[in-house]
């Protein structure tokens, strides 16, 4: 049996056609703006008030995409993150931050680089926020 694509071009197959690197910016700005912003100067994320409202886990995995986010603005080079520098930026126990990225990193939701750093990788982005959503973050 030879399957072949519609000559013009009209193969409803191509509606499945995607970049799996490429970011929904709308929607991850959409998420992250009642809990943190960027530094246009820095880069670095800077926290509101909102973030303390999240779970740990979910103020981890709000932090590591706010560098995700700094990242693709072009303001850093590195979107990984080394576990010591969370909790000096979070305010969050070390205690606290460590297990959490174990789970995050288990859960499949954040990735680990070979230097022990932590990051968002653009696949598990939109999993990243609808588990986010789930857990209590309203995008209104």
Excluded: C, W
Excluded at 39 to 56: A, C, H, I, W
């Amino acid at each position: 049996m030879n399957i072949m694509a519609d000559k013009n071009d009209n193969d409803p197959l191509k509606d499945l056609l995607l970049d799996a690197d490429e970011v929904d910016r709308a929607q991850l700005a959409k998420a992250l703006k009642n809990y943190l912003g960027i530094d246009s100067k820095t880069g670095r994320v800077v926290l509101k008030p909102g973030f303390k409202t999240l779970s740990t886990r979910n103020r981890v995995l709000t932090y590591l995409l706010g560098y995700k986010v700094s990242t693709l603005l072009g303001l850093i080079d590195s979107e990984e993150v080394a576990p010591k520098d969370i909790p000096n930026e979070t305010g969050l126990p070390k205690g606290t931050v460590y297990p959490k990225l174990k789970e995050l990193k288990e859960d499949r939701l954040i990735s680990q680089s070979d230097s022990s750093k932590y990051y968002v990788a653009p696949h598990q982005i939109l999993t990243a926020i609808e588990v986010l959503n789930k857990e209590g973050i309203k995008n209104d």
